[in-house]
Nanobody, 124 residues
Framework: QVQLVESGGGVVQAGGSLRLSCAAS????????MGWFRQAPGKEREFVAR????????YYADSVKGRFTISRDNGKNMVYLQMNSLKPEDTAVYYC?????????????????WGQGTQVTVSS
């Protein structure tokens, strides 16, 4: 059974940084696509970043491009989201997601497995 557990959220001032971690377990993730999504209060869940477990096919939402970096550590079965130059509009619950399929990866419906989320709050 696939399990994804996020950590690393918190409260940070605008301009600061945070690194989110996603611990993946329950199977071998070779061939999987891993993604980060976020959901702000009153808004729909939106795509943030994704990559293939091989490290290829890295994509970002325009709103975070140049500020966020997604990466993975195969040996530790971890996926990371380094977030720099944070803005108040980055405030949201951040979710890690995984799927063995390579379709609709810009959308939450493209992912089969989800973590419980971690709160990120950026104060102005």
């Amino acid at each position: 059974q696939v399990q994804l557990v996020e950590s690393g959220g918190g409260v940070v001032q605008a301009g600061g940084s945070l690194r989110l971690s996603c611990a993946a377990s329950g199977r071998t993730f070779s061939g999987y696509a891993m993604g980060w999504f976020r959901q702000a209060p009153g808004k729909e869940r939106e795509f943030v970043a994704r990559l293939r477990w091989s490290g290829a096919s890295v994509y970002y939402a325009d709103s975070v491009k140049g500020r966020f970096t997604i990466s993975r550590d195969n040996g530790k079965n971890m996926v990371y989201l380094q977030m720099n130059s944070l803005k108040p509009e980055d405030t949201a619950v951040y979710y890690c997601a995984a799927t063995p399929r390579y379709s609709s990866l810009w959308s939450e419906r493209g992912y089969d497995h989800w973590g419980q989320g971690t709160q990120v709050t950026v104060s102005s």
